[in-house]
């Protein structure tokens, strides 16, 4: 992983003057008020400072949290009774306010508990005690997440009997468990997970049975490793799960007299692993005349479908012209060609530990060598094949272009967001813009062009992926762009960031930076003069640091002007913050809009024409 | 149970108003609509506001796909479907390339806070996670009913994954039943 600019991201500020921050009418960023607050409620609100950092500090009440956070004449007030410690008042308000947004919708487990294990940083997130009791009275907080809460944050009653004996064997009881951090406690456990990782990665399930129960132990591994170091033995479960019901299938075959296959259906059943199953399966099935491309995509690989730096480059450069020809001639593919006339179209085939087809970074839309390498096995050809058959190469770039659009979609908004000096965040508007476009482009795609309709028309039995761009494109035109995208993010993003939360998470990171450099300069204003000069007189910032962590590790080590330099960044983005909201908020509007507009006047009915000629091989 | 009550929200219909403001007004006259209603909240469901509508959504189906349930008012400057014929016809146009299991319901009756609505069962499929090597398909079912308004009108929509409709129906019957439109 590269080394992140956390620096540029946590001081970058947004120059929309016009926004104020505590005014968006539909309560996004200042809550609403819950359904049967009265106006009883009222007289109770804190009227000193000591009543805001009582009820931040020790109560952790987020009505408190959210009066402050929407009024900065509040904030001005109680930053000048206290300088110092107001930035940890302000960083404890927008932490509530964040974990309060995440907890207010359905998430699964897992999602859950990787998203405050995300937030290292953040103590009261990784106080399990804490957290649990203030979830219990937040009345914003739904039940099934409380619900889910003492599980999420291994509690020592929702332990799994093995996870348990594994601790009590490493040290610790229910008592010292109690007191261990979310941190903490996933550090004990990892040792388990490791233990069961190896396990699970020698299992060979043989019924269906047998799969399910695999794939429930990967998910309690899942969820304190993520998805990278489960990701092998997802990789084992897919095949044995592809191998059980192929061989179910093949068990109910007549089979001719032939000893070859006889010999394949009994290596089937007895074999080791799923990858020797699936390999006798692809024996018996070709031998049967009657190949099988869930076999074969499953199957373990043969030598030239196993990609190589050569291979990569040129899968790379064949994706590279043939997808912006097939994309042209529709709305997507005219604004990405007009955008990638000034940007860089940088295409790359490579592994990945992730489950994700094809993912964008840094002005690079990669895809996942594996969806490539099971698409080839699929049809028993090799990578090469690729540059020698026009169909072959065809068939992929249909598959691909619309994931193709949905990443160059995230590259326009990480250049926007770059033009306006803001940061490139994920997760609800550049997922509901990008997922829109995309549906959009399959919409109009299969509109306008024969061959991809005849693709579509052949494969939508077969294709998860063809089926799941033809069924997103069916949803956008049913609903519209505004509706498609909530439903979308209701249904498949429950837990991601909304465009709120990654405003509050930042507010509460910086304000904890912020907190931290004061404390630093608090110290130093203590030591005699001279030891006061050594340390103004430090070196600067470096360029970037790799965490939040590392960048405060080194408040010790610089100069006094660069720490007020900082504070004075710090201000500036939380000042720009709710500009930064609006601009992610405004560029979907407008992007709904757009959509609409386009979705009218596609003409329901139009027979397709063969417009865009299939991708052309790449000279090399 | 608790009621919900969303604040009263604003549709500005600026062209029309304008249309009927003297000639002489330099600015469109706005009228403005409370469009808002009031519904039942499932219990232990999450609610998300939208200026136009709420969302109601129940975690934990081991599908990975949430029950959703939306209620929301469609205003008659709506650019794809400005009335209840033309959200029923666009919600059962069928798709150009058909899709399996996908199936297109007749549009019926029905009486929802006693006015004659449009109701319709689709049957269509869901995909988790997105565009990843491990995507599953979710066989989903959703119920579209729309309810006309003195301007425009309201949806009502509950979708979930085929196994845990029946289950769930009983809850989109009492969002029907307690749902009062104020237009």
């Known amino acids: ?620 | 149970m608790t009621t919900l009550r969303l604040a009263a929200f604003a549709v500005l219909l600026c062209a029309a108003a304008g249309a009927a403001a003297p000639a002489a007004s330099a600015a469109p006259a706005r009228e403005e609509l409370d469009a808002s209603f009031a519904c039942a909240s499932p219990a232990g469901w999450s609610a998300a506001r939208r200026p136009d509508g709420v969302i109601f959504s129940a975690a934990g189906d081991p599908s990975g796909v949430n029950p959703v349930i939306t209620v929301r008012y469609v205003g008659p400057d709506n650019k794809l479907y400005a009335t209840v014929d033309a959200y029923m016809s666009r919600i059962t146009a069928k798709p150009d390339v058909a899709i399996p299991g996908w199936k297109t319901g007749a549009v019926s009756s029905a009486k929802v806070a006693g006015r004659a609505a449009k109701r319709v069962v689709n049957e269509e499929s869901d995909f988790v996670p997105p565009h990843a090597l491990t995507t599953q398909e979710v066989p989903v079912r959703e119920e579209h009913v729309a309810v006309p308004a003195s301007r425009g009108f309201y949806v009502l929509v509950f979708r979930a994954p085929r196994a845990a409709y029946a289950a769930q129906r009983p809850i989109f019957a009492r969002v029907l039943a307690s749902f009062k439109p104020k237009l």
């Open chain 1, 1 to 620: 992983m590269s080394q992140t600019p956390l620096f540029a991201l946590l001081v970058s500020a947004f120059g929309c003057g016009a926004f104020a921050q505590n005014a968006p009418a539909d309560g996004v960023l200042v809550p609403p008020p819950p359904p049967d607050v009265s106006a009883a409620g009222q007289s109770d609100e804190p009227k000193s400072v000591g009543d805001f950092v009582s009820r931040i500090m020790r109560e952790d009440d987020p009505e408190t949290a959210a009066l402050l956070l929407g009024s900065t004449q509040l904030q001005d007030a109680l930053r000048a009774a206290d300088p110092v410690d107001f930035p940890k008042l302000f960083e404890h308000a927008a932490e509530l306010r964040d974990m309060e947004q995440m907890l207010m919708a359905p998430a699964n487990l897992s999602t859950l508990r990787l998203n405050i294990l995300s937030r290292a940083g953040c103590r009261f997130c990784q106080n399990p005690e804490r957290m649990e009791a203030w979830a219990a009275r937040d009345r914003f907080v739904i039940d099934a997440v409380k619900k889910e809460l003492p599980e999420v944050f291994w509690d020592w009653r929702a332990l799994a009997d093995s996870q348990r004996a594994w601790v009590v064997a490493h040290g610790d009881d229910a008592k010292s468990w109690e007191r261990l951090t979310m941190l903490e406690r996933r550090g004990k456990l990892d040792g388990w997970a490791q233990q069961e990782l190896d396990a699970l990665s020698k299992l060979n399930p043989s019924t269906p049975a047998e799969v399910r129960a695999m794939g429930e132990r990967i998910y309690v591994v899942f969820g304190i490793v993520g998805a990278e170091k489960t990701q092998p033995v997802l990789e084992r479960l897919n095949q044995a799960s592809v191998a059980v019901a192929k061989l179910a299938q093949a068990r109910m075959t007549a089979l001719p007299k032939d000893r070859a296959l006889r010999q394949a259906l009994a290596d089937a059943q007895n074999a080791a692993d799923p990858a020797a199953r699936l390999a006798a399966l692809n024996r018996l099935f070709d031998g049967l005349g009657r190949p099988d491309a869930a076999v074969r995509a499953a199957a373990p690989a043969a030598p030239g479908q196993i990609f190589d730096d050569r291979s990569r480059k040129l899968t790379a450069d064949l994706l590279r012209g043939g997808l912006m020809r097939e994309i042209s001639g529709t709305w997507a593919g005219d604004d990405l060609a007009a955008f990638f006339k000034d940007h860089p179209l940088n295409i790359a085939v490579g592994p990945t530990q992730m489950a994700a087809i094809a993912w964008y970074q840094n002005d690079v839309l990669s895809f996942n060598e594996k969806f490539i390498q099971e698409y080839v096995k699929a049809r028993g050809k090799n990578i090469d094949d690729l540059a020698r058959d026009p169909v072959l190469l065809g068939g992929l770039i249909h598959e691909v272009a619309p994931t193709f659009v949905h990443e160059a979609t995230h590259q326009e908004q990480d250049a926007w967001a770059k033009k306006l000096g803001i940061p490139f965040y994920g997760g609800e508007g550049p997922e509901k813009e990008a997922m829109t476009v995309q549906s959009l482009y399959v919409l109009q795609k299969e509109k306008l062009d024969a061959s991809y309709r005849r693709y579509a028309e052949a494969n939508v039995g077969t294709s998860t992926f063809v089926r799941e761009d033809l069924a997103l494109a069916q949803d956008l035109r049913q609903s519209g762009a505004n509706w498609f995208g909530e439903l979308v993010w209701a249904s498949h993003y429950a837990g991601f960031p909304s465009i709120a939360s990654n405003a509050w998470t930042n507010i509460a990171l910086r304000a904890r930076v912020a907190g931290d450099a004061n404390a630093e300069l608090a110290r130093r204003a203590k030591r005699p003069a001279a030891e006061q000069q050594r340390l103004a007189a430090q070196a600067d910032f470096a360029k970037s640091y790799p965490s939040v962590d590392a960048l405060v590790a080194d408040f010790p080590k610089v100069g006094g002007d660069a720490l007020r330099d900082l504070l004075g960044k710090l201000a500036k983005a939380d000042a720009g913050e709710a500009g930064v909201y609006d601009a992610y908020q405004q560029r979907l509007n407008s992007v709904d809009a757009t959509t609409d507009e386009r979705l009218k006047t596609l003409n329901d009915g139009a027979a397709p024409r063969d417009a865009v000629p299939l991708p052309a091989t790449v000279n090399h």
